[in-house]
């Protein structure tokens, strides 16, 4: 079993820069797929970037180039730095991962989840 733990979320002007945590504890860590979701009101959740074990990382067209996502495996913690936000970046963010060592976008594909975290970007 895994329990993952989002922090970071805010209130934000467009333009600003946040950086949200998710901290990991239970099952080994730094063999475990994890990426980064979101889910704004009334849409489906999508995929926003996934980091694999052998330090790879992928990210949604939307946010290449101003996202960036990072894991340290001693803090047991993966990062997302988000840059250049833009209103449409509202959501609540969720910190995901899988039992595999290979990233997917698909949300189903991925076994455990936090809480989430609010991201609002004003315009």
């Known amino acids: 079993q895994v329990q993952l733990v989002e922090s970071g979320g805010g209130l934000v002007q467009a333009g600003g820069s946040l950086r949200l945590s998710c901290v990991a504890s239970?099952?080994?860590?730094?063999?475990?797929?994890m990426g980064w979701f979101r889910q704004a009101p009334g849409k489906e959740r999508e995929f926003v970037a996934a980091?694999?074990?052998?330090?790879?990382?992928t990210y949604a067209d939307s946010v290449k180039g101003r996202f960036t996502i990072s894991r340290d495996n001693a803090k047991n913690t993966l990062y997302l730095q988000m840059n250049s936000l833009k209103p449409e970046d509202t959501a609540v963010y969720y910190c995901?991962?899988?039992?595999?060592?290979?990233?997917?976008?698909?949300?189903?594909?991925?076994?455990?989840w936090g809480q989430g975290t609010q991201v609002t970007v004003s315009s």
């Open positions: 239970g099952r080994t860590f730094s063999s475990y797929a």
């Open positions: 980091f694999s074990w052998s330090g790879g990382s």
């Open positions: 995901a991962s899988r039992a595999k060592v290979v990233v997917t976008t698909t949300p189903f594909d991925y076994d455990y």
